[in-house]
């Protein structure tokens, strides 16, 4: 599901935008860079520094949407650039393994938001 050109866009810098819904439809950004794998590669998780709107909707609905892309990697037309939609459900984590892994490389992290990936779909 989550393919060498998706990981390929992961180490290259980017913006990654997540899009919640429950009570109030928000969309939070965090970096490329700072989204990591859990150890089965069926998850991703992401340091959470604020999100607390998105933190209030995953406990309401936690299907999320997430998108990244970089510049750097070749697109599907082998033009320059690439990006993926995921689809998935989420939620917050305050301890156990994958908080521990993501606290130790990112001190400031309060939470770690888990997202379960359903569908990760190239979109240039």
């Not at 709107?53 to 970089?70: D, F, I, R, Y």
């Not at 510049?71 to 305050?94: M, N, Q």
Request: charged share 20%; net charge neutral; hydrophobic share 40%.
């Amino acid at each position: 599901m989550l393919t060498d050109t998706f990981f390929e866009v992961l180490r290259h810098e980017g913006v990654a935008a997540i899009a919640t819904l429950g009570s109030q439809p928000h969309m939070v950004n965090t970096w490329n860079s700072y989204i990591r794998m859990t150890e089965d590669g069926r998850c991703l998780l992401i340091p959470v520094g604020g999100m607390h709107q998105t933190e209030k909707n995953v406990a309401v609905t936690p299907k999320v949407l997430l998108t990244v892309g970089a510049r750097e990697v070749t697109g599907k037309r082998g033009l320059p650039g690439t990006g993926f939609l995921v689809a998935g459900t989420a939620e917050f984590l305050s301890e156990g393994e994958d908080f521990d892994r993501v606290k130790a490389e990112y001190g400031w992290a309060r939470a770690v938001l888990k997202v379960t990936v359903a569908s990760a779909t190239q979109t240039l």
